[in-house]
């Protein structure tokens, strides 16, 4: 598994540009941060995601006060665009840690310097996500329910049901999420701490460090629970998406009742977040010139992830066309053939021009090798991805059992803005964390620079 | 660098392993239980292919698991997958043997496979609708494009990993990583129809999208396992103690431990559907394997096939350790075979538990000449891929000193 | 002699170092020499460095373990305790004992316990947070989050004597020695 991550003695190592030491990767990291004043393009992506913010709040006040009828969801399609955005941004967030910690596990040395903003985005994707399933019942005052809590009513959430675990999936995940983001930044914000001059900022990072003084005792702890921690995410990230996909299939619902929903979840989550990975990353390498630490190969890599994990969703949608209609079941094929056919055929071609068809481009080394030509295809996958769960959510809904109640389902402005309004809050939590927190792991890509070989010629 | 000349004949099979010994006894215990067998086949034939069933499946998992994960070693890389390669070629080039041994189920077709029966089709609309595909023409040209794919797949990998011993250069490194990458997707594709029709179609009125992929990482497993143990027998072996150190054991323990879960996650998952459905279409599949005795089976593959080599595998001295990895390994061996019983008897016997002396006749059979083929293939050949620029540093290391 | 380390003039001498080489070299010596109250100070985890300091296996994977235990008891627990004990109600025919539905929780809060455990175990034994620490004290200390290695020796080691650790530490070339004051 580490093919690509040993270069012999003279090859350049590919994973950090040429001329580096702990010093310069240091100052280009830190300086991101401890600069005065922000670049201009930091100023204008704020900007835009702030504008947005505002205008996910207006939405959730317009929600709150009116209720979901300002949504697009009615019988029969009761679930609509909340659980659609829900699915999509925690699958988003899927992509930050199989970074962060399977390819840890891996020991692939390409995640060193995508991991960091990687895992930021798993956080805000499931800050995001997490909006969706508090509010959607427009009565967000009584989430608190969802927990299991001793109450005056005596009821306990029902266990059997795939909805409650999706709380405790999607509040462990949150957790352990921000904890190992936060154990990562601990060493790097001893780094700032000891870096900047302004005595406020010295306070705050120095309290957010806890204290840490690389000491080599706390290293060695340190090193063993990042590596346990890497360990338990790594099975956590593929429950949640399964846990979410149990969500459609404990079901009955034809085209939701599927037994390979979970794996096919699973595989979807990371390609939709590896996509994103891209269309973040690629932009911000540019911006902050930092092409040297994300370099040619990271982009190389992403790509081939992403067309591995696309496959295997293609292998997902094959699947279920046969098993519809190889089960025989009416239901099921006509459910298939309604997909395919039926009043959002083209969403669903759309999707699979999306999301099968587009990423073939990647079989060529000159496409992946092309930033702008990336960029392209995630934004694809982006967008293939979010289709892919309107048609799951959509078409199973729209045609139900009872064929008076048939009717189709739109999103309405408000279920728009408020979609639109959450990638303003994610887009505003990525650029205040590029101001505030390092993007990049600062000690971990010092393992990466020559000087990080120990020689002991002195002896 | 001058590169130093590696002598070949040091890295062949020694004479004095006990893998020679190892063919000779399964090739005879593989011939005696062969003559059982056809004993078996001609006083009853039913249970004959039935038992045939489930050990072709075994073989044909160690075989075309073996050809599954020398694809995925192509497309991934490391070192784990180097110092087994030679291993894994020498399993794939068994499939044309396999192919072989698949002829007598087309014999068993109308005995195992109730679509093959023209009054059911007749009577029963599923299994008219299903005719289409489930049809014994169909069938057999099925099971003839597939071993088409598997054979090409896997000569094609030995030939150019020969090519690359004999210093083909990145060309043929290249060629090699293009053929992990289209046959890692052709393997799925196949063996996920594969599955559905030599296994589920017992079942003709059952369905399970996951059923394909559940097959995959058993079969993976299966030859993992198998693979751990023929390279146990090498460690700490001149001139292989180098190469097959204790790290790639430790990586080879994880990768078990990473297939047993796969395969736990895909078991839970279509058990956890199915069971929360509780569709009167598919949940009889369960209640046929859980019930009668067989629930016991059930829970000693809970047990045996997940809990227990999770825990153990959890333990890096374990993992480090080749004998303890390869006893591990074994025991795995046999709970794969528990798992494929458990997958296709009930069918056979919903309800009742069942086992039969030609289980066992078959098995021996099909195994002892399955590994007597298995030894073959790997005299002959170099036990390492010399020419793997991945192993490059650790050869060159070898040969100097 | 004093009995009370806190009579110690100072807490340590610190040196620094310019590679991790050095340090490793340095750390050596110094068990060598018979220091058993040292710590050395590094930017980056290094496998030598555990391995010259003596660090072996630590207990937290053991932490770590029991916390995924117990995590799986409280989860598997309650769901059995509310939906077969307090409050049996019959959801869907499904009895109140659905085991395959109680693993999904009882796999999240396996890992979500096991996950505060390596956390929290892996700080308190480092014993932090600690925001005040004598060596911080050493202005050049600073460097010690960016290129620079250190070595200290503590005043409490049995070993230690001011001018001798001094011109123990001077053979070992260091940039700097400074004292670390309380």
């Known amino acids: 598994m580490d093919k690509h991550s040993a270069p012999g003695p003279q090859e350049p190592n590919a994973m950090i540009g040429p001329g580096h030491s702990f010093n310069s990767v240091t100052d280009k990291i830190s300086s991101i941060v401890l600069r005065e004043g922000a670049p201009r393009g930091w100023w204008i992506g704020f900007g835009i995601g702030f504008v947005l913010t505002n205008m996910m709040l207006v939405s959730l006040i317009y929600l709150f006060a009116r209720g979901t009828g300002i949504w697009g969801v009615n019988i029969p399609v009761g679930w609509g665009f909340a659980i659609i955005n829900f699915v999509w941004w925690i699958g988003i967030g899927h992509a930050g840690t199989l970074i962060s910690a399977i390819l840890l596990l891996l020991r692939q040395e390409w995640r060193t310097s995508i991991n960091r903003f990687a895992e930021a985005m798993t956080l805000f994707a499931v800050a995001c996500a997490g909006i969706f399933p508090v509010i959607h019942t427009g009565r967000p005052w009584l989430a608190y329910w969802l927990f299991p809590y001793p109450n005056t009513m005596g009821l306990w959430p029902n266990f059997r049901s795939p909805l409650i675990w999706d709380v405790f999936a999607v509040s462990t995940y949150a957790s352990v999420s921000l904890l190992f983001w936060y154990v990562g930044l601990i060493p790097d914000m001893a780094t700032l701490r000891d870096r900047t001059v302004k005595i406020i900022p010295k306070r705050i990072y120095g309290v957010l460090s806890l204290g840490w003084r690389g000491s080599v005792r706390h290293w060695h702890r340190y090193e063993t629970a990042y590596l346990l921690l890497a360990g338990l995410s790594t099975p956590l990230v593929v429950s949640v998406h399964t846990i979410v996909s149990f969500d459609f299939a404990v079901s009955i619902t034809p085209g939701w009742h599927a037994t390979i929903f979970p794996p096919y979840f699973v595989a979807g989550a990371v390609f939709a977040g590896f996509a994103m990975v891209l269309t973040i990353a690629i932009p911000l390498r540019r911006v902050y010139e930092l092409q040297d630490f994300v370099t040619a190969q990271h982009l190389d890599y992403m790509a081939r992830v992403m067309l591995a994990t696309g496959l295997i969703v293609g292998y997902g949608y094959l699947t279920e066309a046969f098993m519809a209609w190889y089960s025989a079941n009416p239901y099921e094929t006509f459910m298939m053939s309604n997909r395919m056919t039926g009043p959002y055929a083209p969403v669903y071609w759309l999707l699979i021009t999306c999301n099968i068809l587009s990423i073939q481009a990647l079989w060529f080394e000159k496409v992946r090798a092309t930033p702008i030509g990336l960029f392209i295809v995630a934004m694809f996958v982006n967008v293939g991805m979010w289709l892919e769960r309107f048609i799951i959510v959509a078409t199973s809904l729209h045609r139900d059992f009872l064929p008076s109640s048939w009717a189709m389902y739109a999103g309405t402005v408000w279920d728009w803005s408020l979609f639109i309004g959450t990638l303003g809050f994610f887009v505003s939590l990525l650029f205040l964390f590029i101001r505030f927190l390092p993007m990049i792991s600062i000690f971990e890509m010092k393992t990466m620079v020559p000087e990080a070989e120990v020689r002991e010629d002195l002896l | ?401 | 002699m004093s009995e009370n380390s806190n009579e110690q003039p100072i807490y340590g001498l610190l040196a620094e170092f310019s590679s991790a080489g050095e340090l490793v070299t340095a750390t050596r010596a110094a068990r060598k020499a018979g220091f058993t109250k040292i710590d050395a100070y590094s930017p980056l985890p290094l496998e030598e460095l555990f391995e010259a300091l003596g660090l072996h296996k630590s207990r937290l994977p053991l932490i770590v373990l029991i916390g995924g235990i117990v995590g799986a008891c409280a989860g598997y627990g309650l769901a059995y305790w509310t939906s077969v004990i307090d409050y049996p109600i019959n959801v869907g025919g499904r009895p109140f004992h659905s085991w395959p539905a109680f693993i999904p929780i009882t796999f999240e809060t396996t890992v979500l316990f096991a996950a505060f455990s390596a956390v929290l175990g892996m700080l308190a034994l480092n014993g932090l947070p600690q925001l005040y620490h004598p060596v911080f004290n050493v202005s050049r200390f600073a460097v010690a989050s960016k290129d620079r290695f250190f070595l200290l020796i503590e005043a409490v080691d049995p070993e230690f004597d001011y001018d001798k650790t001094w011109s123990f530490l001077t053979k070992l070339e260091p940039r700097v020695i400074s004292d670390v004051e309380h």
């Open chain 2, 1 to 401: 660098m001058a590169k130093a000349k590696l002598d070949r004949s040091a890295f062949m099979l020694p004479a004095g392993h006990h893998l020679h010994s190892v063919q000779r006894i399964a090739l005879i215990v593989g011939i005696v239980a062969a003559g059982l067998t056809a004993f078996g086949a001609m006083s009853n034939p039913v249970q004959f292919f039935r038992s045939y069933l489930v050990a072709y499946l075994y073989c044909l998992a160690l075989g075309l698991g073996s050809l599954g994960i020398l694809l995925l070693h192509h497309v991934v890389g490391g070192r784990w997958g180097s110092i087994l390669r030679k291993f894994l070629e020498a399993g794939s080039r068994t499939l044309p043997m396999l192919a072989l041994a698949f002829v007598p189920l087309l014999f068993g077709m109308h005995e195992l496979y109730e679509w093959s029966h023209a009054d059911a089709v007749a009577h029963d609309p599923v299994i008219a609708h299903k005719s289409l595909y489930l049809n014994s023409t169909f069938f057999t040209v099925r099971a003839a494009v597939y071993f088409l794919v598997w054979i090409t797949l896997a000569t094609l990998a030995s030939r150019w990993s020969a090519a690359q011993e004999e210093g083909g250069g990145p060309a043929v490194n290249k060629r090699l990583e293009f053929l992990g990458r289209g046959g890692t997707i052709l393997y799925a594709g196949t063996m996920t129809f594969a599955a559905i029709d030599w296994v589920m179609s017992i079942d003709v009125h059952w369905f399970s999208h996951i059923y394909g992929l559940i097959f995959v990482a058993g079969q993976v497993l299966t030859a993992m396992a198998f693979m751990v143990v023929v390279a146990s027998s090498f460690a700490g072996r001149a001139p292989f103690e180098r190469i097959m150190c204790a790290d790639r054991f430790h990586d080879l323990g994880k990768l078990m431990l990473a297939f047993i879960m796969v395969w736990a996650y895909f078991a839970l998952s279509q058990y956890l559907i199915i069971w929360s459905g509780n569709l009167p279409e598919e949940t009889p599949w369960y209640i046929s394997r859980l019930s009668g005795g067989w629930e016991h089976f059930g829970s000693a593959l809970i047990i045996f096939h997940f809990v227990l080599p999770f825990v153990v595998l959890l333990s890096r001295d374990v993992k480090r350790n080749p004998r303890s990895l390869a006893l591990v390994a074994c025991a795995l061996l046999v709970f794969r075979y528990m798992d494929l019983y458990w997958l296709v008897v009930p069918s056979f016997s919903p309800g009742v538990f069942t086992l039969h002396w030609l289980d066992f006749s078959a098995m021996a059979a099909l195994g002892g000449l399955w590994i007597a083929l298995f030894v073959q293939q790997i005299k002959g050949h170099t036990l390492l891929p010399l020419g793997d620029p991945m192993l490059a540093p650790e050869l060159a290391e070898g040969a100097e000193s």
